[in-house]
């Protein structure tokens, strides 16, 4: 009998580096060098001779760059991807406060629901707060000290194949072209990755993509913080469906560079925040007084806007045919509505995916479609957890799952309940943080606690 779900999800947050490296790869190609690329180029380095990272900017240079135009938008890293990161590059948290990241405990995170101050504090799993260019930068700090990772400044535009086998991708070089050889290739190019149509083209099927629109806009604005060690780092207020207003929420980290981050999201026509004067005035009349204290502050640069269509999973695991020696990771096998956080996470538990799988010796002449079930069971999870959330808002058309409305009664109960009940927020912060599959939740102990905590409240 094959292990639950939420058995493998736990199976795969215990994953660590092995002690020794054991090549069975000679030389690995990662294409797509942001924060999937370069996890994966970290596990790979365990088990291949030599890694090459290809991207079509140089990710030697710092700072925001094209190649990841969300980069300039709040990135929540959840305690989830927090975990795998210390396993992967151990000190990881010390360096990043050493660069400027702040320290979140629970305590020092504050969350409002429909204007109520969640009042319970599970003593939950720590998280850092800064910029994703700073969080993106010392990963690649890290990665790129390994001996046997190099990266290569080139656009990706298709694979080489010998016969079922991928032995190479072809790249281009300001106009020139040529191919990178190797014996196992990681497409990590994000949401708008071509892999599909590189398949195709080579005559092989393309995965099913599956897509929920959610036509999220972001806006995020950096204001100037005073306050060198402020008490609350990371504060959230969430609007549910049922709250009459334009704004899906808003959020506020201190960041490095003695600055505090900005957030607030709408969903269809609603855009706030898309000019300074309205953001400021939002987070002053339609959020918690300290919303309002941030926005006092001097405003840094502009006010940058995101549009984000659809939350989209690309199904390699159905795939009948599929070339040996290829994977895909992160966004570019599935990308989320992003108010949940769960993208650098997901890109963790896939490169834990990974080293699972090529610790298992598995014949790389074959699909690794080991892989792709383990992947299967994290994109499952960040799914759920996304879409059904999603589904309650009033434009989100569906597609709706069989039993959603029992099921969308049960997640509300558990929600409502996380104001007030320690335990319930526990388990259902293991779960938002990736810690722990959704399926946890689904267990009579949990479903009563929080029934009992919402019928304590209202008498
Ligand atoms: C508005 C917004 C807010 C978000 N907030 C959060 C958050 O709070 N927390 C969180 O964890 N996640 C968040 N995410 C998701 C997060 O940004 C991604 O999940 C994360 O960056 C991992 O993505 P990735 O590495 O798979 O792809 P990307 O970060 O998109 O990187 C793809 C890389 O591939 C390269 N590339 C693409 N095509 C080619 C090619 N042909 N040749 C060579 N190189 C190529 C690009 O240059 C880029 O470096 C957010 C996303 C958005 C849009």
């Not at 659809?310 to 990308?335: K, Q, T």
Request: glycine share 8%; net charge positive; with cysteine.
């Amino acid at each position: 009998m094959s292990p639950s779900p939420a058995r493998v999800f736990a199976a795969l947050n215990a994953v660590r580096p092995p002690d020794e490296a054991s090549p069975v790869i000679g030389r690995a190609i990662v294409i797509g060098g942001s924060v999937a690329g370069l996890l994966a180029a970290r596990v790979l380095s365990d088990h291949a001779a030599s890694v090459v990272i290809i991207d079509r900017d140089d990710v030697q240079v710092s700072g925001e760059r094209p190649g990841v135009p969300q980069g300039t938008q709040l990135h929540a890293l959840l305690p989830g991807g927090l975990l795998h990161l210390e396993h992967l590059f151990p000190g990881f948290r010390e360096q990043a406060l050493a660069q400027g990241a702040i320290e979140a405990p629970p305590a020092a995170r504050r969350t409002y629901l429909d204007g109520r101050l969640k009042v319970v504090v599970p003593d939950d799993a720590d998280s850092l707060a800064g910029s994703r260019p700073l969080l993106e930068g010392l990963i690649r700090q890290r990665v790129l000290r390994l001996p046997n990772v190099k990266t290569v400044t080139a656009r990706a535009t298709g694979l080489v194949f010998d016969g079922a086998a991928t032995v190479g991708v072809r790249c281009d070089v300001g106009g020139v072209h040529g191919v990178e050889s190797g014996d196992f290739v990681v497409d990590a190019m994000g949401r708008s990755s071509r892999l599909s149509d590189w398949l195709e083209r080579a005559g092989w099927d393309r995965p099913v993509m599956r897509r929920m629109t959610v036509h999220l806009n972001y806006a995020t604005a950096l204001f100037r913080r005073r306050e060198t060690n402020p008490e609350f780092p990371v504060v959230m207020a969430l609007h549910t469906p049922a709250a009459s207003s334009d704004v899906a929420g808003a959020a506020y980290f201190a960041v490095e560079g003695g600055r505090w981050m900005a957030m607030m999201a709408g969903y269809g026509e609603n855009r706030p925040g898309s000019t300074a004067e309205d953001f400021v005035r939002r987070l002053r009349d339609q959020f918690p007084p300290e919303f309002g204290e941030v926005a006092g502050n001097e405003m840094l640069g502009e006010v940058q806007t995101y549009r984000h269509a659809d939350s989209r999973r690309r199904d390699f695991h159905a795939l009948p045919r599929f070339p040996a020696g290829l994977v895909s990771v992160g966004d570019a096998v599935a990308s989320f509505n992003p108010v949940y956080g769960q993208g650098m996470t997901s890109a963790a538990l896939h490169a834990a995916c990974l080293s699972m799988y090529l610790r298992s010796k598995p014949d790389l002449g074959v699909p690794a479609r080991r892989f792709f079930a383990l992947q299967k069971v994290v994109v499952d999870a960040a799914w759920s957890t996304s879409t059904s959330a999603d589904l309650a808002l009033p434009h989100v058309p569906g597609p709706y799952p069989r039993g959603y409305r029992f099921s969308s009664w049960v997640s509300r109960q558990i929600v409502t309940a996380t104001v007030t009940d320690v335990t319930i927020a526990r388990r259902f912060n293991e779960v938002v943080s990736m810690r722990a599959h959704p399926r946890s939740l689904a267990t009579p102990g949990v479903i009563l606690g929080a029934l009992r905590a919402n019928r304590a409240v209202r008498r």
